[in-house]
């Protein structure tokens, strides 16, 4: 069973949550969470673009607690051990086992592991006949959970070529969730990471909704459809905004034409403003610089996506039937 789904399950109080993802790096997705946090209530913000965390310099979080990421682990060879066999340098897919220079160029020494290339998958310690060879964790990055001018926040740092991104993501919405518990916060709002890898399933999975940001260009059409496949696999409710919309008008029309043909919701559009660059130089969120511009779009997107959590996505939907108005589509199948 998935922890993350059963503690959250079998707690009473349940904070709906909200992941923003992209099919690209760069559309603003970072830039709208911390936007969000400003606008929200009594939300709890995680940063799950831990290969490339970067909320953290909008917000300004202050570190409360720290602890180490142990996700993998690294073969180590006991070299007094070592038959110098070359078992394990003949069965390591990965070419991460070699051997040192023997006495002569005609023996081989003994083997050692390159830690950079060793995957940890233990065939080498499953079939060495010396029993020389045995798996270590190993340290692949740290999270943290800090308090900000805006709300409390969860991330982490995966470590330069580390693995087990989807798992150090798990970690931070576990306890993103425990903080919302304890402290009664209704809210979680999740900066995904881009693209349709782990670390984006494991950002999406058991999620009330994700809004999916995009631009208005063919691939930014692409990287739409490819986001919604995975949204659509998992379960997640899906809205859709698209970003510096007014750069390209008729692509944006088509991008918004195939989401509804998706059963896609639009939450909206958000024009170009230089402001959102002006108020990254000055440290804030582009609502808290500015009352106009891009900044109303964002405004009106977080009142839908608002709406749709805590209204319920199948009251507004009925709601939405009712009046005429299709903003909202059917629920993921």
Same mark, same amino acid.
């Given at each position: 069973?998935?922890?993350?789904?059963?503690?959250?399950?079998?707690?009473?109080?349940?904070?709906?949550?909200?992941?923003?993802?992209?099919?690209? $790096?760069? @559309?603003?997705?970072?830039?709208?969470?911390?936007?969000?946090?400003?606008?929200?209530?009594?939300? /709890?913000?995680?940063?799950?673009?831990?290969?490339?965390?970067?909320?953290?310099?909008?917000?300004?979080?202050?570190?409360?607690?720290?602890?180490?990421?142990?996700?993998?682990?690294?073969?180590?060879?006991?070299?007094?051990?070592?038959?110098?066999?070359?078992?394990?340098?003949?069965?390591?897919?990965?070419?991460?086992?070699?051997?040192?220079?023997?006495?002569?160029?005609?023996?081989?020494?003994?083997?050692?592991?390159?830690?950079?290339?060793?995957?940890?998958?233990?065939?080498? /310690?499953?079939?060495?006949?010396?029993?020389?060879?045995?798996?270590?964790?190993?340290?692949?990055? =740290?999270?943290?959970?800090?308090?900000?001018?805006?709300?409390?926040?969860?991330?982490?740092?995966?470590?330069?070529?580390?693995?087990?991104?989807?798992?150090?993501?798990? !970690?931070?919405?576990?306890?993103?969730?425990?903080?919302?518990?304890?402290? $009664?916060?209704?809210?979680?709002?999740?900066? $995904?990471?881009?693209? !349709?890898?782990?670390?984006?399933?494991?950002?999406?999975?058991?999620?009330?909704?994700?809004?999916?940001?995009?631009?208005? @260009?063919?691939?930014?059409?692409?990287?739409?459809?490819? /986001?919604?496949?995975?949204?659509?696999?998992?379960?997640?409710?899906?809205? /859709?905004?698209?970003?510096?919309?007014?750069?390209?008008?008729?692509?944006?029309?088509?991008?918004?034409?195939?989401?509804?043909?998706?059963?896609?919701?639009?939450?909206?559009?958000?024009?170009?403003?230089?402001?959102?660059?002006?108020?990254?130089?000055? $440290?804030? @969120?582009?609502?808290?610089?500015?009352?106009?511009?891009?900044?109303?779009?964002?405004?009106?997107?977080?009142?839908?996506?608002?709406?749709?959590?805590? =209204?319920?996505?199948?009251?507004?939907?009925?709601?939405?039937?009712?009046?005429?108005?299709?903003?909202?589509?059917?629920? @993921?199948?």
């Amino acid at each position: 069973m998935n922890t993350l789904v059963s503690i959250v399950d079998t707690n009473q109080h349940r904070p709906k949550e909200l992941a923003v993802i992209n099919g690209k $790096g760069g @559309t603003a997705k970072t830039s709208l969470v911390a936007s969000f946090a400003a606008l929200a209530e009594h939300a /709890v913000v995680a940063d799950c673009d831990v290969d490339a965390a970067d909320l953290h310099l909008l917000l300004e979080p202050r570190v409360a607690q720290s602890e180490k990421f142990t996700g993998g682990k690294l073969a180590v060879i006991e070299q007094d051990q070592c038959g110098a066999c070359g078992n394990c340098v003949d069965l390591c897919r990965v070419g991460a086992i070699r051997r040192y220079a023997g006495k002569s160029k005609y023996v081989a020494g003994p083997a050692y592991v390159d830690p950079l290339a060793c995957e940890g998958c233990g065939v080498c /310690v499953r079939f060495c006949p010396e029993h020389a060879i045995h798996l270590e964790p190993v340290i692949n990055g =740290e999270w943290f959970i800090s308090e900000t001018r805006l709300a409390p926040m969860v991330h982490a740092k995966l470590g330069i070529a580390q693995q087990n991104s989807g798992k150090l993501v798990t !970690i931070v919405r576990m306890n993103a969730q425990k903080i919302a518990r304890e402290r $009664g916060l209704n809210m979680i709002i999740t900066d $995904g990471s881009p693209g !349709i890898g782990c670390p984006v399933i494991a950002s999406v999975t058991g999620v009330d909704m994700a809004l999916v940001v995009t631009e208005p @260009t063919i691939s930014g059409l692409h990287d739409l459809e490819r /986001v919604a496949d995975l949204t659509r696999q998992f379960g997640a409710f899906t809205m /859709v905004c698209v970003n510096k919309w007014d750069l390209n008008p008729e692509m944006t029309k088509q991008i918004e034409a195939r989401a509804q043909q998706r059963n896609l919701s639009l939450a909206g559009r958000i024009r170009y403003d230089d402001a959102v660059t002006e108020a990254q130089v000055q $440290g804030q @969120t582009v609502v808290e610089y500015q009352k106009d511009g891009c900044a109303d779009d964002i405004r009106a997107i977080w009142a839908h996506v608002h709406e749709a959590l805590t =209204e319920g996505v199948p009251q507004m939907q009925q709601r939405k039937s009712q009046s005429g108005e299709n903003s909202l589509s059917a629920a @993921t199948q």
